[in-house]
């Protein structure tokens, strides 16, 4: 017979408790075990009549058994009947006794037992305690109360069985209770399974129905919530154990109801915690062990599946069948709960943490691995696996290591740093080769040293150079570290670090000439080393040129190119060759950016992009490589010289602030979170940086900002700042804010940095340059002035001479010819032609003929303005062709040429407007002015004015970006054209505006 579902604890018509006027009213806190109760009652009326029965209570662990018990020999008692009880447990009864539990029973009686029959001089154990029990029942009816029967040893477990088959004839009632769970460890075989059903009434308790647990939980603490009721309900599973451990912690954390805590540890004094600890005991060791494997996997954000979990516990030595048998009894208990096909769930997450509470950390760790290791035979994703792995302790397998290294690949993929970067921590301690840890703790350093702080990954990569190994993997980590170095400021401690492996690979030439072509490139951060790297590369390269190999041989070019010694003609020649040339995997990188800087240099653009982008493919961003950020930078400078002011400026709300209040693309300058996104570089969406790193203590810049370009595709080298410096991506932005009209974001751009802190770079020259045009452009002519010359002076001091890296000659011309200096500009001017003749590209050239012309002025001036602009026009230099255009209307409209000057102008003004160049397009408007022309009159262009229509609907810039599928930042700048053209200033005055245009 089985009671009723459980629930609450008053007094219903569907679960009534028992009234004071009960013969069980000293149980009236016992919730609906009114039948079982009754059941006892009547056996022992039968018993007390002469016909004893046994009565077998079943229950799982904490639904009552013993207080019930309990509650029956108290009615026992009352009704006349003499009791005899005895708790069972492991390892307990009489010590040495045959029968241990029954000696235990009897003991109270042994005093009346009868002297042995003559004939029977040595009674067996059980037959003198059954003749115990026989004389002592003789004398009145009795109640043999036994708990917990499952753990009595197997002889008195068996007395007892046949004491069931002789008490139908006596006055004793045999009452006995016993465990009844599903456990995951076969069961031992119950106390009547073998005896007839006529001898045994059995009854089973089942947990507490929802009405007579919220009963019960009122009954304690009063009125409540509804669903705070429900909360304790569940959390207890309707077990009467740990309902009433749960209470009592709640009352003596809170005078009033509260709701359930998030953990366990928050109730105390911890009676909840304790009481499902010891459920979990009573259910032995695989339960517990598989009840917590079962909460394990739900802290799992994917999830888990009843098959995945059953091959876990089994790898943990479970038997699979018992284990699925456990996951259907427990949603009986009101543990569980079903959700379809899914893994059972447990009732409520307080539970789930109490039974994860107290699990050893070797245990845990143990669990964690052993489910890992079955979803990667089950085929599910690394990324999934490694989250237990990262839970687990060292497993010491292979693939382990494996499907730790591949989640991290992907984590790199995805761009998620901080990931790959645990995952990489994680893998360490398990087995790999020598080799293998050598590329992890490079990559690894590299990361930490890129993501986390830049002296985080420096003993990594140190680690990595002293494993013994293949030497490829020592210079790799070696390359990485001298980087590393090279970046904060210890360029000189690279090179050593770099030169110091030379002696190791005297059998290894290819790997040679990478270290020395690494040494030159990172010498470049210095203008001492570099000198003195050069000036060996020079002198190996006239004795045996074969030694420095293409990559090498590349180098020189360059610095040909940079110090004024050889043609783009020359140049190119010569790096073509290199370029077909057979190269080593490891060198192959230095030759493509090389290769690539010289090319953009020349003005053959496509080529350097397929260069570079050959070299990216070839590059693993994830490694410190001199090359990585200088085919990054040499990208930018394709850009920048194509006049892709739109690529240079993508995303800008990643280094922009708030949108300007009218929405229009113009006004105040970045906010605090100003920093700039490289996704045009790496040719991803995200709009974090490549090589992210935090700014140095020493740099007065935006705090947000990290060091993008380590190194750089630029004159006299690919090196890089120290963190907090400006970069060559900087550099080209601040130059696009300008040639763009955002003057006010330029300026917070180019004064976020306090330079005098900032290593020596040929990026921190760049962006001085880039500077002075800001400052110039603001009206500073002296202090733009002053930023060229430094420029000027810093470049010379590492034999940089050529304009083909920064024109900062031309520049300070112009600026010397605002000051009223017009010989020093002049003498600028000519030595800028120059050079530039040298290299000969139209670009150079025809800048240089500009400038040139302007500081002659007279006609020998016009006749250069003129040669400029054919040169220009002749190789389609828009960026140099439409100053040249301006400069040339200019001297036009001194010499009285109106007429010419304003066609001069007006073409000037279409390309600008054509390539977005907002500041050339307001200088040769200003121009027409002065040569009495009025301003041209441009027509919206259809993106434009579909743009300002909706903005003029009262659209944000936000909406109409997402209604045509662009970028915010191209409503913006097709909102300030639109502004320009129609002579308005806000957007109030577009519906105006619009009106009276074609």
Same mark, same amino acid.
């Given at each position: 017979?089985?009671?009723?579902? /459980? $629930? !609450? =604890? #008053? &007094?219903? *018509? +569907? %679960?009534? @408790? /028992? $009234? !004071? =006027? #009960? &013969?069980? *009213? +000293? %149980?009236? @806190? /016992?919730?609906?075990?009114?039948?079982?109760?009754?059941?006892?009652?009547?056996?022992?009326?039968?018993?007390?009549?002469?016909?004893?029965?046994?009565?077998?209570?079943?229950?799982?662990?904490?639904?009552?058994?013993?207080?019930?018990?309990?509650?029956?020999?108290?009615?026992?008692?009352?009704?006349?009947?003499?009791?005899?009880?005895?708790?069972?447990?492991?390892?307990?009864?009489?010590?040495?006794?045959?029968?241990?539990?029954?000696?235990?029973?009897?003991?109270?009686?042994?005093?009346?037992?009868?002297?042995?029959?003559?004939?029977?001089?040595?009674?067996?154990?059980?037959?003198?305690?059954?003749?115990?029990?026989?004389?002592?029942?003789?004398?009145?009816?009795?109640?043999?109360?036994?708990?917990?029967?499952?753990?009595?040893?197997?002889?008195?477990?068996?007395?007892?069985?046949?004491?069931?088959?002789?008490?139908?004839?006596?006055?004793?009632?045999?009452?006995?209770?016993?465990?009844?769970?599903?456990?995951?460890?076969?069961?031992?075989?119950?106390?009547?399974?073998?005896?007839?059903?006529?001898?045994?009434?059995?009854?089973?308790?089942?947990?507490?129905?929802?009405?007579?647990?919220?009963?019960?939980?009122?009954?304690?603490?009063?009125?409540?919530?509804?669903?705070?009721?429900?909360?304790?309900?569940?959390?207890?599973?309707?077990?009467?154990?740990?309902?009433?451990?749960?209470?009592?912690?709640?009352?003596?954390?809170?005078?009033?109801?509260?709701?359930?805590?998030?953990?366990?540890?928050?109730?105390?004094?911890?009676?909840?915690?304790?009481?499902?600890?010891?459920?979990?005991?009573?259910?032995?060791?695989?339960?517990?062990?598989?009840?917590?494997?079962?909460?394990?996997?739900?802290?799992?954000?994917?999830?888990?599946?009843?098959?995945?979990?059953?091959?876990?516990?089994?790898?943990?030595?479970?038997?699979?069948?018992?284990?699925?048998?456990?996951?259907?009894?427990?949603?009986?208990?009101?543990?569980?709960?079903?959700?379809?096909?899914?893994?059972?769930?447990?009732?409520?997450?307080?539970?789930?943490?109490?039974?994860?509470?107290?699990?050893?950390?070797?245990?845990?760790?143990?669990?964690?691995?052993?489910?890992?290791?079955?979803?990667?035979?089950?085929?599910?994703?690394?990324?999934?696996?490694?989250?237990?792995?990262?839970?687990?302790?060292?497993?010491?397998?292979?693939?382990?290591?494996?499907?730790?290294?591949?989640?991290?690949?992907?984590?790199?993929?995805?761009?998620?740093?901080?990931?790959?970067?645990?995952?990489?921590?994680?893998?360490?301690?398990?087995?790999?080769?020598?080799?293998?840890?050598?590329?992890?703790?490079?990559?690894?350093?590299?990361?930490?040293?890129?993501?986390?702080?830049?002296?985080?990954?420096?003993?990594?990569?140190?680690?990595?150079?002293?494993?013994?190994?293949?030497?490829?993997?020592?210079?790799?980590?070696?390359?990485?570290?001298?980087?590393?170095?090279?970046?904060?400021?210890?360029?000189?401690?690279?090179?050593?670090?770099?030169?110091?492996?030379?002696?190791?690979?005297?059998?290894?030439?290819?790997?040679?000439?990478?270290?020395?072509?690494?040494?030159?490139?990172?010498?470049?951060?210095?203008?001492?080393?570099?000198?003195?790297?050069?000036?060996?590369?020079?002198?190996?390269?006239?004795?045996?040129?074969?030694?420095?190999?293409?990559?090498?041989?590349?180098?020189?070019?360059?610095?040909?190119?940079?110090?004024?010694?050889?043609?783009?003609?020359?140049?190119?020649?010569?790096?073509?060759?290199?370029?077909?040339?057979?190269?080593?995997?490891?060198?192959?990188?230095?030759?493509?950016?090389?290769?690539?800087?010289?090319?953009?240099?020349?003005?053959?653009?496509?080529?350097?992009?397929?260069?570079?982008?050959?070299?990216?493919?070839?590059?693993?961003?994830?490694?410190?490589?001199?090359?990585?950020?200088?085919?990054?930078?040499?990208?930018?400078?394709?850009?920048?010289?194509?006049?892709?002011?739109?690529?240079?400026?993508?995303?800008?709300?990643?280094?922009?602030?708030?949108?300007?209040?009218?929405?229009?693309?113009?006004?105040?300058?970045?906010?605090?979170?100003?920093?700039?996104?490289?996704?045009?570089?790496?040719?991803?969406?995200?709009?974090?940086?490549?090589?992210?790193?935090?700014?140095?203590?020493?740099?007065?810049?935006?705090?947000?900002?990290?060091?993008?370009?380590?190194?750089?595709?630029?004159?006299?080298?690919?090196?890089?700042?120290?963190?907090?410096?400006?970069?060559?991506?900087?550099?080209?932005?601040?130059?696009?804010?300008?040639?763009?009209?955002?003057?006010?974001?330029?300026?917070?751009?180019?004064?976020?940095?306090?330079?005098?802190?900032?290593?020596?770079?040929?990026?921190?020259?760049?962006?001085?340059?880039?500077?002075?045009?800001?400052?110039?452009?603001?009206?500073?002519?002296?202090?733009?002035?002053?930023?060229?010359?430094?420029?000027?002076?810093?470049?010379?001091?590492?034999?940089?001479?050529?304009?083909?890296?920064?024109?900062?000659?031309?520049?300070?011309?112009?600026?010397?010819?605002?000051?009223?200096?017009?010989?020093?500009?002049?003498?600028?001017?000519?030595?800028?032609?120059?050079?530039?003749?040298?290299?000969?590209?139209?670009?150079?050239?025809?800048?240089?003929?500009?400038?040139?012309?302007?500081?002659?002025?007279?006609?020998?001036?016009?006749?250069?303005?003129?040669?400029?602009?054919?040169?220009?026009?002749?190789?389609?230099?828009?960026?140099?062709?439409?100053?040249?255009?301006?400069?040339?209307?200019?001297?036009?409209?001194?010499?009285?040429?109106?007429?010419?000057?304003?066609?001069?102008?007006?073409?000037?003004?279409?390309?600008?407007?054509?390539?977005?160049?907002?500041?050339?397009?307001?200088?040769?408007?200003?121009?027409?002015?002065?040569?009495?022309?009025?301003?041209?009159?441009?027509?919206?262009?259809?993106?434009?004015?579909?743009?300002?229509?909706?903005?003029?609907?009262?659209?944000?810039?936000?909406?109409?970006?997402?209604?045509?599928?662009?970028?915010?930042?191209?409503?913006?700048?097709?909102?300030?054209?639109?502004?320009?053209?129609?002579?308005?200033?806000?957007?109030?005055?577009?519906?105006?505006?619009?009106?009276?245009?074609?």
């Amino acid at each position: 017979m089985q009671s009723s579902p /459980l $629930s !609450s =604890s #008053s &007094p219903r *018509s +569907s %679960s009534p @408790s /028992l $009234s !004071s =006027s #009960s &013969p069980f *009213s +000293s %149980s009236a @806190s /016992l919730y609906e075990r009114r039948e079982a109760l009754a059941l006892v009652a009547d056996e022992a009326a039968r018993a007390r009549a002469g016909s004893g029965r046994l009565v077998l209570l079943r229950g799982a662990t904490g639904t009552g058994r013993t207080a019930l018990l309990e509650a029956a020999t108290e009615h026992a008692e009352a009704h006349g009947m003499r009791v005899l009880r005895v708790r069972c447990s492991t390892g307990g009864g009489t010590v040495g006794a045959d029968l241990p539990v029954v000696e235990q029973l009897l003991s109270p009686i042994q005093e009346l037992c009868d002297p042995p029959d003559a004939e029977d001089e040595s009674p067996s154990p059980a037959a003198r305690l059954w003749r115990l029990l026989r004389a002592y029942a003789a004398e009145g009816p009795v109640l043999v109360a036994v708990d917990d029967v499952h753990l009595a040893d197997e002889e008195s477990r068996g007395w007892l069985i046949e004491a069931a088959r002789r008490v139908d004839r006596l006055p004793v009632l045999l009452l006995v209770t016993e465990r009844s769970q599903y456990d995951v460890d076969p069961p031992s075989a119950g106390l009547v399974h073998s005896l007839s059903p006529a001898l045994v009434r059995t009854h089973t308790l089942a947990p507490l129905s929802l009405d007579a647990a919220t009963d019960l939980v009122r009954s304690t603490i009063g009125d409540a919530p509804r669903k705070w009721v429900a909360d304790y309900v569940r959390a207890s599973a309707g077990n009467p154990l740990l309902l009433r451990a749960l209470l009592e912690d709640l009352g003596a954390t809170n005078a009033a109801p509260a709701p359930l805590p998030e953990t366990s540890a928050a109730l105390y004094p911890g009676a909840y915690p304790a009481a499902v600890s010891w459920w979990l005991e009573c259910a032995g060791a695989a339960t517990t062990e598989a009840a917590r494997v079962l909460a394990a996997l739900d802290e799992l954000p994917e999830g888990a599946d009843v098959d995945l979990f059953t091959e876990t516990v089994e790898t943990l030595g479970a038997d699979p069948a018992r284990v699925r048998g456990w996951l259907t009894a427990m949603p009986r208990l009101g543990m569980l709960r079903c959700g379809g096909e899914a893994l059972p769930r447990y009732a409520h997450p307080l539970l789930r943490d109490a039974v994860l509470a107290g699990w050893c950390t070797a245990d845990r760790q143990a669990a964690h691995g052993a489910a890992a290791e079955a979803m990667l035979r089950r085929g599910i994703p690394t990324a999934t696996v490694s989250k237990l792995l990262l839970r687990s302790g060292t497993m010491g397998e292979v693939w382990a290591t494996d499907a730790l290294l591949d989640a991290a690949g992907g984590a790199v993929r995805d761009e998620r740093t901080e990931d790959a970067v645990v995952l990489m921590r994680r893998a360490l301690d398990e087995p790999m080769s020598d080799g293998r840890r050598a590329e992890v703790l490079t990559e690894l350093g590299s990361l930490e040293f890129a993501s986390v702080r830049s002296s985080a990954g420096i003993p990594r990569l140190t680690e990595a150079m002293r494993l013994p190994g293949l030497p490829q993997y020592r210079v790799q980590a070696a390359v990485a570290l001298g980087t590393a170095l090279a970046r904060r400021g210890e360029a000189r401690a690279a090179v050593t670090l770099l030169r110091d492996l030379d002696g190791q690979l005297t059998n290894h030439p290819d790997l040679l000439r990478t270290v020395q072509t690494a040494s030159a490139l990172l010498s470049d951060h210095d203008q001492t080393i570099r000198k003195e790297m050069y000036r060996w590369l020079r002198e190996t390269a006239e004795h045996s040129p074969g030694a420095l190999g293409p990559a090498g041989r590349a180098l020189l070019v360059r610095y040909e190119a940079t110090a004024g010694l050889t043609s783009a003609e020359g140049a190119m020649k010569r790096v073509r060759a290199l370029l077909a040339e057979p190269a080593d995997p490891m060198a192959e990188p230095f030759l493509l950016g090389t290769a690539a800087a010289v090319a953009q240099w020349a003005d053959d653009l496509d080529e350097a992009e397929r260069l570079t982008d050959r070299g990216l493919t070839g590059q693993r961003p994830t490694l410190l490589h001199p090359m990585h950020a200088a085919l990054l930078n040499v990208r930018a400078d394709i850009a920048a010289a194509r006049g892709d002011y739109a690529e240079l400026l993508s995303e800008a709300e990643s280094w922009r602030g708030e949108e300007p209040s009218d929405g229009s693309g113009s006004g105040p300058g970045p906010g605090p979170g100003f920093r700039f996104g490289l996704e045009w570089a790496t040719g991803s969406s995200s709009t974090e940086e490549p090589w992210p790193e935090p700014a140095t203590e020493t740099g007065t810049g935006t705090g947000s900002r990290g060091n993008r370009s380590g190194t750089g595709a630029e004159a006299e080298g690919e090196g890089g700042p120290g963190g907090g410096g400006p970069t060559n991506v900087e550099a080209h932005v601040l130059l696009a804010l300008v040639e763009t009209g955002r003057m006010d974001e330029a300026w917070q751009l180019a004064d976020a940095f306090d330079l005098r802190e900032a290593h020596d770079s040929w990026e921190l020259n760049r962006f001085l340059y880039a500077r002075g045009v800001v400052r110039a452009t603001l009206g500073d002519v002296a202090g733009a002035l002053g930023d060229f010359l430094e420029c000027g002076r810093r470049q010379s001091a590492r034999d940089v001479l050529s304009p083909v890296v920064t024109p900062w000659r031309a520049a300070a011309a112009q600026c010397r010819l605002a000051l009223g200096h017009p010989r020093e500009a002049l003498s600028l001017a000519e030595e800028e032609l120059r050079l530039a003749r040298v290299w000969n590209t139209p670009r150079l050239v025809g800048r240089s003929l500009r400038v040139l012309g302007t500081a002659t002025g007279g006609r020998r001036g016009l006749d250069l303005a003129d040669e400029a602009v054919r040169v220009l026009r002749e190789s389609s230099v828009e960026t140099e062709l439409v100053p040249a255009l301006i400069a040339r209307g200019r001297q036009l409209i001194a010499a009285g040429e109106r007429a010419r000057a304003r066609k001069s102008l007006r073409e000037a003004a279409e390309r600008a407007e054509r390539l977005g160049a907002v500041r050339l397009r307001a200088a040769a408007d200003e121009a027409l002015r002065e040569g009495g022309a009025r301003r041209t009159a441009t027509a919206l262009t259809a993106s434009e004015r579909r743009i300002a229509e909706l903005a003029a609907d009262g659209r944000t810039n936000t909406e109409i970006a997402g209604l045509l599928h662009v970028a915010r930042r191209t409503v913006e700048t097709h909102l300030t054209s639109a502004y320009r053209k129609l002579g308005i200033r806000r957007r109030g005055e577009l519906t105006t505006a619009l009106g009276g245009t074609s």
